[in-house]
């Protein structure tokens, strides 16, 4: 069964730092663009960070610019997103999902189940 699992969200202060994984069981993602997304509650899901097939060539929505990194590992199919310097409004739940191509990270729509990230003295 293919399925995507995102971990390692939680509490964290302000100015803080996470890291956030993007497991992918049941099928490789190895050959597609990526993306993280997030959903803050009742608001819609945006595009946060892509990543291109062979990690090259990222791209950031500029509220993350310069505080977040995505990569990836494809030996291990998985995609990460370090967040530094968080701030209360990137609280949220994260999610990742295969994009459209590189330059157009519309998600393809396959999701995981999410990990929540809070941001919080």
């Known amino acids: 069964q293919e399925q995507l699992e995102e971990s390692g969200g939680g509490l964290v202060q302000p100015g803080g730092s996470l890291r956030l994984s993007c497991a992918a069981s049941g099928r490789t993602f190895s050959s597609y663009t990526m993306g993280w997304f997030r959903q803050a509650a009742e608001k819609g899901r945006y595009f946060v960070a892509g990543i291109s097939v062979n990690g090259a060539g990222t791209y950031y929505a500029t509220s993350v610019k310069g505080r977040f990194t995505i990569s990836r590992d494809n030996a291990k199919n998985t995609v990460y997103l370090q967040m530094n310097s968080l701030k209360p409004e990137d609280t949220a739940v994260y999610y990742c999902?295969?994009?459209?191509?590189?330059?157009?990270?519309?998600?393809?729509?396959?999701w995981g189940q999410g990990t929540q990230v809070t941001v919080s003295s």
């Open positions: 999902a295969p994009t459209m191509s590189y330059g157009d990270y519309r998600p393809l729509g396959f």
